[in-house]
């Protein structure tokens, strides 16, 4: 870990910050990836978002931590457009790319980071289409425990870059520390973008001329998961249009519940349609789980508009 100082100069970036880029902001930024515990790898968890995107770039920049790795979850259930922008970044900045949890079943997996009976269609197949309450159940399947299994694998002293802001939601501002400091699956983490809104994030991205994301800039969402729990049926139009092979996937997966629902011990009907948004009384404690939401901003954003 380099011990160089940051400042802010706009001629050599890797000291400092595009100028349209809130000071405080990108001063807070600076603190936290210098305050970095020293660990022996490092890794950017990376959705696909700007969020993510942007925070991992801001450590590529900085002369403190190299990035040994971009970690990108595939839920089996995503935009396959965003997981394949993912890597093409990974590839044009010169960075080792890891694909979690992509169907085990997929051509070339050597590892089954995510178990059959934890795929999205067997997961759909037995309950239905999850609503706001099941989405606890959808991360830990698709995001938690594939990620997890495959951290223990790396066997390192690691060190976690996520793309958290404490200005998404009040959620966040209430759970995440504005040291930009937390410990996730056991590793620490760190979150450069703590203070950065998302107007500073365009900027920085616009400012330095980094590709957007195709779906982020068309769905505004991350697109690498579309389980449906915060989701409502107008999305489905969006997908169509942008979309239509996976818009097409989606009407097969419900066709498929609906088939199973047709059995003694299927799913209930009522949750047999993607975006359904149906809640049971005894879920909506699992709505305002916070650690849940530091790997589903999306689903966080729309939490916050089915609560507002």
């Known amino acids: 870990m380099s011990s160089t100082a940051a400042v802010s100069s706009t001629s050599d970036f890797r000291l400092g910050f595009p100028d349209d880029v809130d000071a405080e902001a990108a001063n807070t930024a600076r603190r936290v990836i210098k305050a970095a515990p020293e660990t022996d790898r490092v890794y950017a968890l990376v959705s696909g978002g700007h969020d993510s995107l942007t925070a991992m770039h801001v450590v590529y920049q900085s002369h403190y931590l190299d990035l040994d790795g971009i970690i990108h979850i595939n839920t089996g259930i995503g935009i396959p457009e965003t997981t394949a922008f993912v890597e093409e970044r990974a590839e044009a900045l010169d960075i080792p790319y890891y694909e979690v949890g992509a169907p085990c079943d997929d051509p070339g997996q050597e590892h089954e980071y995510r178990r059959p009976h934890e795929e999205y269609t067997t997961l759909i197949q037995r309950f239905g289409f999850p609503g706001p309450g099941a989405h606890k159940y959808m991360y830990w399947n698709l995001k938690e425990k594939p990620l997890s299994r495959f951290l223990k694998m790396l066997e390192d002293d690691l060190l976690l870059i996520s793309g958290v802001s404490r200005?998404?939601?009040?959620?966040?501002?209430?759970?995440?520390?504005?040291?930009?400091?937390?410990?996730?699956?056991?590793?620490?983490?760190?979150?450069?973008?703590?203070?950065?809104?998302?107007?500073?994030?365009?900027?920085?991205?616009?400012?330095?001329?980094?590709?957007?994301?195709?779906?982020?800039?068309?769905?505004?969402?991350s697109g690498e998961c579309l389980c449906g729990a915060f989701s409502k049926r107008k999305e489905l139009r969006m997908i169509r249009l942008f979309y239509p092979d996976v818009y097409r996937r989606i009407l097969c997966l419900e066709a498929t519940v609906g088939a199973f629902a047709a059995l003694d011990d299927g799913p209930d009907e009522a949750y047999n349609r993607w975006g359904h948004n149906r809640l049971k009384d005894h879920e909506r404690e699992a709505m305002d789980d916070p650690d849940q939401m530091l790997l589903c901003q999306s689903c966080e954003q729309r939490h916050q508009c089915n609560t507002s």
Not at 173 to 183: R, T
Not at 195 to 217: G, I
């Open 167 to 221: 200005h998404e939601s009040q959620n966040r501002m209430e759970n995440v520390d504005a040291s930009g400091q937390q410990e996730f699956l056991g590793h620490p983490t760190i979150s450069p973008l703590v203070e950065f809104t998302p107007l500073d994030v365009r900027r920085y991205r616009r400012s330095l001329d980094l590709p957007m994301s195709p779906v982020k800039e068309t769905l505004e969402i």
